[in-house]
């Protein structure tokens, strides 16, 4: 945990200072945007993300005592390197102007604005890929965010006993809720088409990209970040500002959620937990064919 | 799936490739990383560091304040061949007056100079304002590179700027030499026509393919008036700028001892 949080310490400092350095290089005259000048990085943080993850190996969910094991190291990693990179993005992106959204920023301000969306979308980069490549090495961690054919009906059942209503009777609820894993899905596709339109806004800082593409690429980025931003906000509705959320964003910095709460809130998920701890299964490394 | 069945799920290999998943994936990322690193170091070791040069505009709109009288056609037919509406506000040249000074001060035109280094493409963070080489190197505007940041209309240092906003396409624009103008049938462009120039029945725009006098406004507000109009209002003529008020006095003498001669020569 020490470690964790030393490492946590480390990282967000350095990220609030690069993007002091970001803003800061924006108004010294005869200094290049970030995105002329560093598109580089933008094609190493995905790739360093997918080695990351390939050096990477995964604690699966454990009840321990009294605590439950939700989140392990790399969760936590990808999460708030997505996240932290997502909530910049959105801020310094809405600040630049979208649609009919003039920008809020002038002259200097703009290239600053520009220079510090540089440095979140490296973090972002990094994060999301990181993620990406896990979710390739353990694909169980991918189903169990995919909705299933019960999503609305558990959906409303779930919101309705919350409400009080008693007459609502579904199965214990696995590690994510419906209404969470259909939010997964926007929150997928909208990452997705933000990665590819921003990919094709920065090959414009190197290449003389046909105008059509930009003229579809920079409004589809804006309607990806509109996406992306609602799903922020209910995010962090539920899971921050709602006291019903607490125990989950502390899980995010601990790795853990009491017995207690996970028994109450995710009571299909404790069992599935407990019963794939009561069988011991072999492990079959299967052999290569001699030479 | 327990922890052990997802490790063996992870590090099953392919019989095809050999590789395990895990393998797969951290030689992709080791890979990919090691390249576009090597591209970094290549590209700042092996290549020599290059200056990057912005060809000069092939036309210039130069003016005669002297001439102009403030009609604003003009700023019209900029704004009908470019846009098909008449708007003074999706004009690129703009006619300033100023109801309290006197002539010829009263009338500025401010035409866009396609400044031979630009400031308005180095401040685009999009490339959408740039030297478009197949129309002349005319400094211009793609309308769907636009991200209406408007950096170039703050970084012209003329007033007023030059870049203009358009609030109804949210875009910006700039004058282009007519070289795009999608409600006029005739060839722009540095080698074509210009709107402005056209309708100006005072003639006074032209375009000239010399690079003008930076400094100032003498490169940009030059004498156009014609020897015959000018001698007529016993005006010196020229095409090299102002003349001091000494210049002037000094015409005049010289036009008018030369008609006391001539009077002199017929008494005679």
């Known amino acids: 945990m020490g470690r964790r949080l030393a490492i946590g310490a480390i990282a967000a400092v350095g990220f ?20 002329d000048s560093g598109w580089w990085l933008m094609l190493l943080a995905p790739f360093l993300g997918v080695l990351a993850a390939g050096l990477t190996r995964r604690t699966n969910p454990v009840v321990e005592g009294d605590r439950v094991l939700r989140h392990d190291g790399p ?15 959105l801020v310094t992106g809405l600040a630049l102007g979208a649609f009919f959204i003039p920008s809020l920023l002038s002259q200097r301000q703009v290239w600053a604005a520009m220079n510090v969306h540089f440095v979140a979308v490296v973090v972002f980069l990094f994060g999301t890929f990181y993620y990406g ?11 169990e965010h995919l909705p299933t054919k019960n999503a609305f009906r558990f959906t409303v059942q779930h919101y309705g006993r919350l409400l009080g209503n008693k007459k609502y009777d579904m199965p214990p609820e696995q590690k994510y ?7 997964y899905l926007l929150a997928l596709v909208s990452t997705a088409v933000v990665i590819i339109t921003g990919f094709l806004k920065v090959a414009a ?5 046909p105008g059509w593409i930009m003229g579809v690429a920079t409004p589809t980025h804006d309607i990806a970040m509109v996406a992306m931003g609602l799903f922020f906000l209910a995010h962090v509705l539920f899971a921050a500002i709602l006291p019903m959320g607490w125990p989950m964003l502390r899980s995010m910095f601990t790795g853990y959620v009491p017995l207690d709460y996970a028994k109450s809130e995710h009571a299909g998920w404790v ?18 064919p001699a030479a | 799936m327990s922890e052990n069945e997802e490790r063996n799920d992870e590090e099953a290999y392919s019989p095809q490739s050999g590789l ?10 080791g890979i990919g990383l090691g390249a576009v690193l090597g591209g970094v170091v290549t590209g700042g070791l092996a290549q020599p560091a290059s200056a990057v040069a912005i060809e000069g505009s092939e036309g210039y709109l130069v003016v005669d304040g002297h001439k102009c009288i403030g009609c604003d056609s003009c700023m019209m037919a900029c704004s009908l061949t470019h846009h098909g509406d008449l708007s003074f506000s999706q004009s690129r040249i703009q006619i300033t007056q100023n109801p309290f000074a006197l002539y010829p001060d009263d009338l500025t035109v401010a035409q866009c100079r396609q400044c031979p280094f630009p400031a308005c493409v180095e401040a685009c963070p999009t490339g959408a304002c740039h030297v478009d080489a197949a129309k002349g190197n005319v400094r211009t ?24 906003w358009n609030g109804l396409e949210k875009h910006a624009e700039k004058c282009d030499l007519c070289a795009d103008t999608p409600f006029w049938n005739e060839k722009g462009g540095a080698g074509g026509k210009q709107a402005c120039i056209t309708v100006c029945h005072m003639k006074a725009i032209t375009l000239q393919k010399d690079v003008p006098v930076q400094a100032g406004d003498v490169g940009y507000n030059v004498n156009l008036r014609t020897k015959d109009g000018s001698a007529q209002l016993n005006l010196p003529t020229g095409d090299d700028g102002f003349y001091t008020p000494a210049e002037i006095a000094a015409a005049k003498a010289a036009a008018a001892a030369a008609a006391a001669a001539a009077v002199a020569k017929v008494g005679h």
């Open chain 1, 177 to 183: 809720f419906e209404s969470e894993k259909i939010a």
């Open chain 1, 205 to 209: 800082h190197i290449f003389d990209v």
């Open chain 1, 271 to 288: 069992k599935q937990i407990e019963s794939d701890g009561d069988k011991p299964v072999p492990i079959k490394v299967p052999k290569r």
């Open chain 2, 141 to 164: 505007v793609d309308a769907s590179k636009c991200i209406g940041c408007e950096r170039c209309v703050n970084a012209c240092p003329f007033t007023p700027s030059r870049a203009i």
């Open chain 2, 20 to 29: 395990s998943r895990r393998q797969f994936v951290t030689g992709l990322g």
């Open chain 1, 133 to 143: 490549a896990n979710t390739l090495l353990s694909r169980n961690r991918f189903r």
């Open chain 1, 16 to 35: 609030v200072l690069g993007m002091v350095y970001a803003w800061r290089i924006a108004f010294i005259d005869g200094t290049e945007l970030l995105f």
């Open chain 1, 75 to 89: 969760a936590i990693l990808e999460h708030w390197t997505h996240g932290i990179g997502t909530l910049v993005l």
